[in-house]
């Protein structure tokens, strides 16, 4: 079996433009928010349990209503925790089939909540993609087109940046003064290594 990896970070680091570079040198990469909302538009179990939960206009004509959805969990913890719960274990379960049928020497997965979903623990390692706060909110206001204070409203959802790095096993620095693709390369060859 393939080694586990996961990429993490807080929003606008990077990590998914991290995870691209090991797809280019051939390493398969689960992504978790894309699984997540394709299992949120296509599965029927899934769909049922979201309409129970939040009511019916969490699907508009069979889609989902992400507006809806977003706004109703936005300032209120307890639904965000109950989405959480909702999805989470889905997407989990999912992410652990996907590596078990890797064959490559390692495979990662990328995903936000790693270690506030609790699924850092089945992981062998743990790579954090790290951005200045700044660079990080400049990002997400270019890529969302929306306003500084709704990026920070965001960002106190996820657990400190600081925080989250400590708790990973390398970090890949991508504050546009650093490259990053020698950082990828370098770790590449360390998992190859240890695959």
């Not at 996961?6 to 606008?12: A, C, K, M, R």
């Not at 949120?40 to 508009?60: C, P, S, V, W």
């Not at 307890?78 to 959480?84: D, F, S, T, V």
């Amino acid at each position: 079996m393939s080694l586990k990896i996961g990429i993490t970070s807080g929003i606008g680091s990077g990590k998914s433009t991290v995870s691209r570079i090991f797809e280019t040198l051939g390493v398969p990469v689960y992504y978790a928010d894309d699984v997540a909302k394709e299992l949120m538009h296509n599965n029927e179990d899934l769909k049922k349990r979201l309409i129970q939960a939040f009511g019916e206009e969490t699907y508009l004509d069979g889609k989902l209503n992400r507006k809806f959805l977003s706004a109703a969990v936005f300032n209120n913890d307890e639904k965000l925790q109950l989405l959480n719960s909702i999805v989470h274990p889905i997407v989990i379960a999912e992410g652990e089939k996907w590596m078990q049928a890797q064959t490559a020497p390692y495979a990662i997965k990328e995903a936000a909540l790693f270690f506030e979903s609790g699924s850092a623990t089945d992981l062998d390692y743990m790579i954090g993609v790290y951005a200045p706060e700044t660079l990080r909110i400049h990002r997400v206001m270019k890529r969302d087109n929306i306003t500084r204070e709704a990026v920070l409203a965001r960002m106190e959802k996820q657990i400190n940046e600081t925080v989250k790095m400590r708790l990973c096993d390398f970090v890949v620095v991508n504050d546009e003064q650093q490259m990053v693709i020698p950082q990828v390369l370098e770790l590449h060859q360390r998992f190859l290594a240890l695959g």
